[in-house]
T-cell receptor
Framework: GAVVSQHPSWVICKSGTSVKIECRSL??????MFWYRQFPKKSLMLMAT?????????EQGVEKDKFLINHASLTLSTLTVTSAHPEDSSFYIC?????????????FGPGTRLTVL | KQEVTQIPAALSVPEGENLVLNCSFT??????LQWFRQDPGKGLTSLLL?????REQTSGRLNASLDKSSGRSTLYIAASQPGDSATYLC???????????FGSGTRLLVRP
């Protein structure tokens, strides 16, 4: 299957700092990528849709000024958690749809575990 | 608003058993349905994708079926192995976007 990478795989930061997470589609181009958040033993919650060349679309209740998304190229989207607080500690996962033969299938990155002290 | 439900929430079986995981969705106007596997602390691995026009897909010991009209999908795992222990998630996409709507998952434990 297609490969989506995330960097870093884990990060620990102090409260008040900003953290950037990268999501890359390694072997296909993605004009759209998605960012999810997952709490322990819970399912994935869609945060926002990252759109190459335009603004991200945020889900209801997600602060766009808190979670900055930039889709810099057809293979890279970044999520920046600004002024991080302990309640932002979570597992963040990105995905990208690959369209082949008229079928779109979502491929996920390995996730980034963020711990805010 | 699309809602996806998975039953059971957790399942523990002895090795070798065949098992069925259930997924239901409230809006039958889906584009496709995917089953994923997630190991603890890891990302998601796509297992099977069923397009809305299909009724089932098979990969190895896995078989997924889709009944769009009733809003149901099942994932059948044959001859379960301890390595199958993971959380299994189903998700659907609507016809107007690539957004995936996830169920809450089924945590599977296959005991040796």
């Amino acid at each position: 299957g297609a490969v989506v990478s995330q960097h870093p795989s884990w990060v620990i930061c102090k409260s008040g700092t900003s953290v950037k997470i990268e999501c890359r589609s390694l072997d296909f181009q993605a004009t759209t990528m998605f960012w999810y958040r997952q709490f322990p033993k819970k399912s994935l919650m869609l945060m926002a849709t990252s759109n190459e060349g335009s603004k991200a679309t945020y889900e209801q209740g997600v602060e766009k000024d808190k979670f900055l998304i930039n889709h810099a190229s057809l293979t890279l989207s970044t999520l920046t958690v600004t002024s991080a607080h302990p309640e932002d500690s979570s597992f963040y996962i990105c995905s990208a749809p690959r369209i082949a033969g008229g079928i779109d299938e979502q491929f996920f990155g390995p996730g980034t575990r963020l711990t805010v002290l | 608003k699309q809602e996806v439900t998975q039953i059971p929430a957790a399942l523990s079986v002895p090795e070798g058993e065949n098992l069925v995981l259930n997924c239901s969705f409230t809006d039958s106007a889906i584009y496709n349905l995917q089953w994923f596997r997630q190991d603890p602390g890891k990302g998601l691995t796509s297992l099977l994708l069923i397009q809305s026009s299909q009724r089932e897909q098979t990969s190895g010991r896995l078989n997924a079926s889709l009944d769009k009209s009733s809003g149901r999908s099942t994932l059948y795992i044959a001859a379960s192995q301890p390595g199958d222990s993971a959380t299994y998630l189903c998700a659907v996409t609507g016809s107007s976007s690539y957004k995936l709507i996830f169920g809450s998952g089924t945590r599977l434990l296959v005991r040796p």
